[in-house]
């Protein structure tokens, strides 16, 4: 039987002692090309794991530099079909697990069992859904679980003890820690209660926890790596799109930044 | 009991909405059954209600307008006498109170025509709560009268630039919000939307509508009425009214969405009459989306009818057969709004318009001496500039 390619990923990062970055962009932003390029060059530089946006009209967890990411690949008409067709590409070159993320009406209409079916035909490992907590999730995590799809769960700072453990078991992949309340998007300074929590999760459960929500430098992304199993990085590498749009070295740039934090890490 | 423990109205409602809201979620859950139980709540909202709100608002027999339409007798409802002109003041009357018991300091809203705005502005003012008002620019150019009330009021006006600049990208600004100060503010939703337990808890303090029509109706006619009518945008005032009849079987619900430009046209909001299901906003009920999941842009000459979305509990209705909906156009509305105005000297908000201009439809398939109450939500004053422009045009 063939084992997820995120649980294989941390595996290998353990055994080697490495953290995990995950790079965040939004599928067909500002293009489907971009991202099929940005893809390869993240897993050529050393990105874990890409996490892959589904833009949606309404993503009401997202800041302001995600939603302006979702509008431009709403533009293209970007939608769950086109971005099973690009996963697809990208697997004819890669093997670097891809989790995608995406609001739950995007999945609910596209019907979940369908979803699920056609996110492992494509070669997806995991699902994110930020507006779905996990008393909601049950008919996802059940067909997810039969393909072999990693539901990945969010843990925020206002989680109580109690429901740490129900979220913790529910997850698989790993276990996505909001690091602060609010949306996405750069801040200055990670909280300071970060590794109290981190600590905190860490003695609930022995599956890997990587943190998001405003790492948005690589001096962050190490400080936020020291207690946790890998940090998501996503505004902070969209505001590089952002400022390269329109420019032929986007991908280049883009990449380098990538390679930072990787370099931090 | 619906909707169950989960916030469930049959397959509609429940809580879809980001982690680091569920605890504030169960806060408010676990406060407001305390607060439904607690005889000084009660009291409190009640004194509120009556002394500064103006209930019980009057069930007004429209005399001329019964004579006009077919002979059947039609009442109205008064929400617009209350203060503040519209029914948003029975629920953040209601929630404010819940805020000051749960000590936060700080209160956001989101609002459309700005009717709920302006009654969250009020509520905070009255009980010394800082304020903040979601509202989209498109909104703030339509309803520069309620935006000026709400800054008059002391509250702070926000304004929402993204999507489609009205009530819907507001609720996700207030969303957002609250994800960001949830620790220290409390989030009073308008309408009968949102994850749980809002649909239950503003319906609770919408009920004092319904609640009230059955006594008078009752008193005034020594029997139940066969119709009740209003509009539905998040469905707040109907439910208002529905609610406390949806026993009395006999009694017929008929809700009655904007059908803006048309239905084939697009751009509408009878999420009702031709929405898909899906999850919008915390909760799963029907939504205006195309194939992919994206929401539609909804449109309403009534700011308060514009939103994609509609309450769980009306979705169910709908689907067991309780109620049923019917829209009207912008061009009906301001038919029903002319007709109110010079037939009994009440100018009604564009939104109970919209139930106006439905009865004036069915009126003659009803039959003589049906009763029918009609909830007349708002009142037009609001309204006035946009009549103006339109009417204008049609000349």
Known sequence: MRMNRIDKKFKELRRQKKKALISFITCGDPNLTTTYQLALEFDRGGTDILELGVPFSDPLADGPVIQAASGRALKNKVNLASVFGLVKRVREKSEMPIALLTYYNIIYRFGIKNFVKQARLAGVDGVIVPDLPVEEA???????RKGKLATIFLLAPTTEAKRIRQICSASSGFIYYVSLTGTTGVRKTLPEELKRRLRQIKRITAKPVCVGFGISSPQQAAEAAAVADGVIVGSAIIKVIERNLGHKDLVSKVAEFAGRLRGAL | MIPNKKGYFGEFGGKFVPETLMSA???????????RADKKFNQELRHYLGQYAGRPTPLYFAQRL??????????LKREDLLHTGAHKINNTLGQALLAVRMKKPRIIAETGAGQHGVATATVASLFGLQCDVYMGTEDIHRQALNVFRMKLLGARVIPVESGSKTLKDACNEAIRDWVTNVRDTHYIIGSVVGP????LMVRDFQCVIGKEAKRQIFKEEKRLPDYLLACVGGGSNSIGLFHPFFKNRRVKFIGVEAEGLGLSSGKHAATLVKGD????????????????GQINIAHSIAAGLDYPGVGPEHAYYKRIGRARYAAVSDDEALEGFSLLSEIEGIIP????????????????RLGKNKIVIVCLSGRGDKDIDIVKDVLKIKD
């Not at chain 2, 749980?196 to 649909?199: M, S």
């Open chain 2, 349 to 364: 908000a564009l939104e109970s318009a919209h139930a106006i201009a439905y009865l004036r439809k069915i009126a003659p």
């Open chain 2, 66 to 75: 019964s004579k006009k339409l077919s002979g059947i007798k039609v009442y």
């Open chain 2, 25 to 35: 979620l169960r806060e408010l859950e676990k406060e407001y059954s305390r607060a």
């Open chain 1, 138 to 144: 049950r008919e996802l995590i059940k067909e997810a």
């Open chain 2, 277 to 292: 299901l899906g999850v919008l906003h915390g909760s799963k009920s029907y939504l205006l989306q195309d194939k992919d």
């Open chain 2, 196 to 199: 749980h337990p809002y649909p």
